[in-house]
C-alpha cells in the first residue's frame, strides 16, 4: 500500500489529535496507508506525558485573553506551543527501526530543508530537537522540537518547525522544560519565510528521502476527515 502526505491548512489542535488516532487504527487494520499530515494549528499549549503543569506559566485568564486554549496530549515531553506560522508534521507511520531512529529520520529531513535556506541545524538526542547556535557565546536557541506516541509499533505526533510563529507565546511556558532555552524561528535568523504549503512540499520529499518511503501527495479529502472534526479542505491555505 502506498504512503501519502496530506497539507491541511490550519486545523485545531484536538481535531488533529483525533484524525491521527483514527488514522494509527486504520494502519493497524490494513484499511489505510501511512500518512504524513502536515499542517499548522490554532493557538494551544499542549503539555506532554512527562509535563510539568508549573511549567505553564501564564495565568489561566491571561492565556485566555489572548485565546490560547490548553491541552494534555499523549505524545513524550513537556510543554511547547503550538499557533499560526509554524509548520506541524504528524507522521502517521510504522516504525521498522525503533523509535530512535523514526526521530532521527524527522530531523535529518527536516536539517536538510533548513539547510537548504542557509540555517545549519542540529539534533539534540538529550534534548529532542533541532538546535541552531547563537553567536557571541550566547545559548543555543530550538527552532523546531519533536514528540511522538507508540502503539503496536505506529507513531502518531511528530514535529514543530517555527517559521514565522509569535515567539512571544513561548514566554508563557517554560518550553519543553528547559529553563532560560531560547526558542527561535526562521524569520528571527532572517530567512525570509516561505508559505507553510510551500515548505510542507519541502518537508515530504525531504522525509520521502529520510524515510525511505514514496510519499504521494493526496487531497484533504482523500482523508474522509470530517467524522474527526477536519472538514477536509476547509482550512486550507492558499499558496
Known sequence: MYARWVWLGRVPWGAAAALQERL?????????????????????????????????????????????????????????????????????????????????????????????????????????????????GEPAAKICAFGVHVQRRVSIHGFALNVATDLDAFRLIVPCGLPGAPVTSMQRLGVTPPSLETLAVEVARAFAWTFETSFERAPAASLGARDAGVEAGAHAIAP
Open 24 to 136: 494509527r487504527a486504520e494502519v493497524l487494520a490494513g484499511t489505510a496507508p501511512e500518512t504524513l499530515l502536515l499542517l499548522e494549528h490554532d493557538p494551544v499549549i499542549t503539555l506532554g506525558r512527562s509535563a510539568d503543569p508549573a511549567h505553564v506559566t501564564a495565568s489561566p485568564a491571561l492565556l485566555a485573553a489572548r485565546g490560547i486554549a490548553v491541552a494534555r496530549t499523549t505524545r513524550g515531553g513537556d510543554v511547547t506551543y503550538h499557533g499560526p506560522g509554524q509548520l506541524v508534521g504528524y507522521p502517521v507511520v510504522r516504525l521498522r527501526r525503533g523509535v530512535i531512529v523514526h526521530m532521527r529520520s524527522m530531523a535529518d529531513g527536516l536539517t536538510e530543508v533548513l539547510a537548504a535556506r542557509g540555517i545549519a541545524a542540529r539534533f539534540r538526542r538529550t534534548a529532542p530537537g533541532l538546535w541552531v547556535d547563537a553567536p557571541d
